[in-house]
């Protein structure tokens, strides 16, 4: 591990000391390569390593999806999870109060999204220190991060906490990039691009595969701002996560008008004081709004749908989605489904399994 450490910090002193222009161009995008490969390296757990590894803390799934409360020490993550749900967590004014995954239920529009309060990571968690690497495995498995921000703070502490969750192969706030990569067993590599790239050639792109020993291989860049960086996320997706983040600034308290206005304009961003239980309510709204979960209202043939209780699928969710929420094998002797709703075309219509559903619509499922 030490010696993934060292490789990883020469790459990045090669790097540093490298100036950027067209004729290191070639150069700088290898050792970009190199370093998202030690990277991912790092974070595998060794042998023996047990959970000790990239596993993060072992708090099962639970609700209807996760989120993870990812902050510097001392920010106001277990004040603001001891408000939003019922699970107390120890609050105090000494960093690294919070040593492991604190989880609390919040209930919102008839879901349950489970709530993981995180220990504070500090610069350099990504290398593993603190628990540093395990926080970021526990953010990885999240389905939106909520990044508490200390509004006091220098407003640099967001960039650096930014830069420890892309480290680990976490994307914020992005899609996958537009690349086809198909890696095969013989005939070479074709590589092609839909319109001129600008910022990459061909050259590069053989380069790279190369340096991973993908030598046989299709490529087919759609978009031609695609980056370096893209295309070695491309190469390894399966360590890329592509996450929701949401910018929560606490202690707005203590800050002037001003300033308060002008944090609270940036994008994905929402401001609150836990302390004066200001824009926890916000707070909770935009999560909801971000999960883009969906409620589904059951219906059974001549009685009216209970809206008391809602069946939560997630976005891009189709009826066979909701039949596998009501029960296992329904799919089974599913014959049609009736919706009425926002993704009907008419009400009632008639549906197969593969129609996508919409937040509130109302489903009654025909069994044969
Ligand atoms: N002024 C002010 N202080 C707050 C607010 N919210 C929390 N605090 C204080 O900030 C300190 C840290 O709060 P915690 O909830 O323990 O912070 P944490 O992010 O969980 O800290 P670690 O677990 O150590 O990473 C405590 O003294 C809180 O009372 C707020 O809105 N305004
Ligand atoms: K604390
Ligand atoms: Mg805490």
């Known amino acids: 591990m030490v010696n993934i450490t060292e490789k990883i910090k020469e790459i990045e002193a090669e790097m540093a000391r490298t100036q950027k222009n067209k004729a290191t161009e070639y150069h700088l995008g290898l050792l970009k390569g190199k370093l998202a490969r030690y990277r991912a390296q790092l974070l595998e757990p060794g042998p023996g390593a047990g959970s000790a590894g990239g596993t993060g803390f072992d708090v099962s799934k639970s609700g209807d999806a996760r989120i993870a409360l990812v902050g510097f020490p001392s920010v106001g993550k277990s004040t603001f999870l001891s408000k939003i749900t019922k699970t107390k967590s120890i609050i105090a004014a000494y960093s690294f109060t919070t040593l492991t995954a604190i989880p609390g239920v919040l209930e919102y529009g008839g879901a349950e999204i489970q709530i993981l309060d995180l220990p504070g990571i500090i610069e350099g968690a990504a290398e593993g220190k603190g628990r540093g690497r395990q926080v970021i495995s526990a953010a990885k498995t999240s389905d939106l991060i909520l990044m508490v921000l200390d509004a006091t703070k220098k ?74 960086d893209d295309f070695i996320d491309t190469i390894m997706k399966d360590h890329r996560k592509y996450i929701k983040c949401l910018y929560v600034y606490n202690k707005i308290d203590s800050i002037s008008l001003d300033f308060l206005d002008n944090l609270a304009r940036e994008p994905h961003t929402v401001v609150m004081s836990c302390e004066l239980d200001l824009g926890i309510q916000d707070v909770v709204e935009r999560c909801w709004d971000e999960l883009k979960l969906i409620r589904i209202y059951t219906k059974r043939k001549g009685i009216d749908p209970d809206f008391s209780e809602a069946l939560i699928v997630r976005s ?48 009654s499922i025909v069994a044969k």
């Open 155 to 228: 407003a640099e502490q967001r960039r650096l906490l930014e830069a420890e969750l892309e480290a680990v192969g976490i994307r914020l706030n992005r899609e996958p990039p537009n690349i086809y990569l198909k890696i095969k067993k013989a005939g070479g590599m074709k590589i092609t691009f839909s319109s001129p790239p600008k910022y990459l050639d061909e050259k590069m792109l053989y380069n790279i595969l190369r340096d991973y020993k993908i030598l046989n291989c299709e490529v087919l860049v759609r978009d031609d701002t695609c980056t370096v």
């Open 316 to 363: 891009n969710s189709t009826i066979e989605d909701v039949c596998d929420q009501v029960h296992r094998t329904l799919k089974e002797t599913f014959k049609y489904a009736l919706v009425w709703g926002a993704s009907a075309r008419h009400v009632p219509q008639r549906v197969g399994l593969g129609h996508p559903v919409a937040d509130e619509d109302v489903v």
